[in-house]
């Protein structure tokens, strides 16, 4: 799960942000984040812990931007930014993403790029709440317009606007087919 490490400004966004957390544990899901305290990812973490999930963090060694977790789990501490996001992808049999900000759209954008070469194939689904993530749906549907991906990149991710809809989906969606990789852009 990526998610934001402040919490925004709206209940909505903590309301959800537990509701996923209590979803993947009652799913028998492990979840796998990056290893905060502090904001949303703290908020999904202890909803998931509370309700008897297994919680794997991965932070960078003396980061001193979040607080890190002392109750997971497992946690493991990295060496950098890069090896976090390596770590958590490897481990991931799926990606859902909540609302957040940079490092939210960072690990997104890696994960898709990923994807569309295929080196990442599990499914990605965006929860939109109050539309969160229809500016960055619009950017990418531009990039596909104007032939910078192909339309087909859309399906690398689905977005869904209720917490309930966020493992049915990731469990009904196929994994990124390889021939994919051959799309041109036409
Ligand atoms: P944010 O959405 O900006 O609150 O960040 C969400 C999470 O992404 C936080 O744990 C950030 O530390 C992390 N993050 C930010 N930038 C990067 C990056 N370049 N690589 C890996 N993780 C990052």
């Keep these: 799960v990526y998610c934001g490490s402040r919490s925004g400004d709206l209940p909505d966004y903590t309301t959800v942000a537990h509701h996923l957390g209590t979803e993947l544990a009652r799913a028998g899901f492990s ?63 799926g990606i859902i993403a909540l609302p957040g900000g940079s490092g939210t759209f960072e690990e997104l954008m890696e994960a898709l790029t990923w994807k569309r070469l295929t080196l990442y194939r599990n499914p990605i689904v965006l929860l939109n709440t109050r539309g969160y993530f229809e500016a960055f749906q619009a950017m990418m549907v531009q990039a596909s317009n104007e032939r910078f991906m192909h339309s087909e990149h859309l399906r690398m991710w689905t977005t869904v606007s209720r917490p309930s809809e966020l493992i049915p989906t990731l469990i009904q969606t196929d994994d990124w087919d390889s021939e994919r990789l051959d799309l041109v852009v036409q």
């Design 31 to 93: 979840l796998v984040y990056g290893g905060s305290e502090v904001g949303l990812m703290g908020i999904v973490a202890n909803a998931a812990l509370q309700n008897g999930a297994e919680v794997i963090g991965v932070i960078p060694k003396r980061f001193s931007a979040e607080i890190v977790h002392e109750a997971l789990t497992e946690l493991y501490l990295v060496d950098t930014m890069h090896q976090r996001k390596q770590q958590m992808i490897e481990n991931s049999d």
